[in-house]
T-cell receptor, first 112, second 114 residues
Framework: DSGVTQTPKHLITATGQRVTLRCSPR?????VYWYQQSLDQGLQFLIQ???????AKGNILERFSAQQFPDLHSELNLSSLELGDSALYFC???????????FGQGTRLTVV | AQTVTQSQPEMSVQEAETVTLSCTYD???????LFWYKQPPSRQMILVIR??????QNATENRFSVNFQKAAKSFSLKISDSQLGDAAMYFC???????????FGQGTRLTINP
């Protein structure tokens, strides 16, 4: 167990809908990252938050947004969902400094 | 931009034997980190081993070791005495020093034959 908790584990929704994925980082970790794993794109970095502030942005669609709350948990909001958004979404966290990131078990999103 | 390439989509090995997974990367930076992550069927991304580019000594973690060739931009993973529990997808990843995002390769699916 990495200490990073993601909910829900599975999510099935229809095209055009909006969903929210939740991540609780390891205790004390200030950084949260979101990654998308799909068959065609592989593992891609979406966005990073550090202590509530956006720190880095990757290949995140405009339909997607994220935030990190004062208690350091983070949410990834996906709207106007398309079939191609079906993927495994990972959250990871890390403490301050140059250390590795610890991953949650992911949320499997299926858009039908 | 940095890229990571894993040229072996699939590999298989007999239990108790040794297998090497390949990874090459492209970067213009001199200081960075390299990682191998394991993703078993449970989907959890598990850190196997990490290497800091400024360290010449190859990292080792029990049965897992790397062959880091900085000039060749190569970072292979050797698994000794393969066990059934080693069966998983293995991802090579790069991270710039000072940045936190990981750049992943496409992965290698490792099968262990009993």
């Amino acid at each position: 167990d990495s200490g990073v908790t993601q909910t829900p584990k599975h999510l099935i929704t229809a095209t055009g809908q909006r969903v929210t994925l939740r991540c609780s980082p390891r205790s004390g970790d200030l950084s949260v990252y979101w990654y998308q794993q799909s068959l065609d794109q592989g593992l891609q970095f979406l966005i990073q938050y550090y202590n509530g502030e956006e720190r880095a942005k990757g290949n995140i669609l405009e339909r997607f947004s994220a935030q990190q709350f004062p208690d350091l948990h983070s949410e990834l909001n996906l709207s106007s969902l398309e079939l191609g958004d079906s993927a495994l979404y990972f959250c990871a966290s890390s403490p301050v400094g140059d250390t590795e990131a610890f991953f949650g078990q992911g949320t499997r999103l299926t858009v039908v | 931009a940095q890229t990571v390439t894993q040229s072996q989509p699939e590999m298989s090995v007999q239990e108790a034997e040794t297998v090497t997974l390949s990874c090459t990367y492209d970067t213009s930076e001199s200081d960075y980190y390299l990682f191998w992550y394991k993703q078993p069927p449970s989907r959890q991304m598990i850190l196997v081993i990490r290497q800091e580019a400024y360290k010449q000594q190859n990292a080792t973690e029990n049965r897992f070791s790397v062959n880091f060739q900085k000039a060749a931009k190569s970072f292979s993973l050797k698994i000794s005495d393969s066990q059934l529990g080693d069966a998983a997808m293995y991802f090579c990843a790069y991270r710039s020093k000072g940045a936190q995002k990981l750049v992943f390769g496409q992965g290698t699916r490792l099968t262990i034959n009993p």
